[in-house]
């Protein structure tokens, strides 16, 4: 029996692009679109792109001034939990920060770290309100879940998100300790 190489590539190559494109458009209609849409409708949100993998959903955002970035993560976490089931969630905040921010945000670091290092949360908002008197038109905003430290500076019109995980610090040097 003598088997024809066309008919078989042909039929390789269609099922092969049904199937990745019907995972894509499951994927994109189903599951990153549903979840964009959501994020939209909180205060603030210019600009949504979500991207789900194996072990991640990535939310990209453009926020204004105004936007709270601990409720979009809460509304991630509950109103999307049907999307994003056991998956980790990372936002990444695209800024419109200024140099001015930028340089006032690497002095501070320190001062964050070390309070992030030491659990000594409530430090972080007296801090930075003590560090923000030094540039008169800087606010900082600070805020806090069970997962992650919040913080946004505002200059004008220029703002910068940061978020903080609470990662619990590990203990010992050996992983048996």
Known sequence: MKLKVLPILIAL???????????????????ENPLADLVKKNAGVEQVDATFSNKQVVVSL?????????QIYQSIKTDGA???????????????????IDDWWSNALFGVAQAMDTKKYGDIPELLNKQAK??????????????????????????????????????????NE
């Open 62 to 70: 453009k926020l204004s001034q105004d936007a709270n970035l601990r």
């Open 82 to 100: 049907s999307l994003v089931g056991g998956r980790e969630i990372q936002i990444n905040v695209q800024s419109q920060s200024s140099a001015a």
């Open 134 to 175: 030094s540039v008169p038109s800087l606010q900082a905003m600070t805020e806090m879940d069970e997962v992650n430290v919040y913080i946004r500076l505002t200059d004008g019109q220029n703002s910068k998100y940061i978020i903080l995980p609470r990662v619990p610090a590990s203990m010992g040097v050996w992983p």
């Open 13 to 31: 190559l269609t099922s092969g692009t049904l199937l990745f494109g019907g995972w894509f458009m499951y994927r994109s209609y189903a599951m």
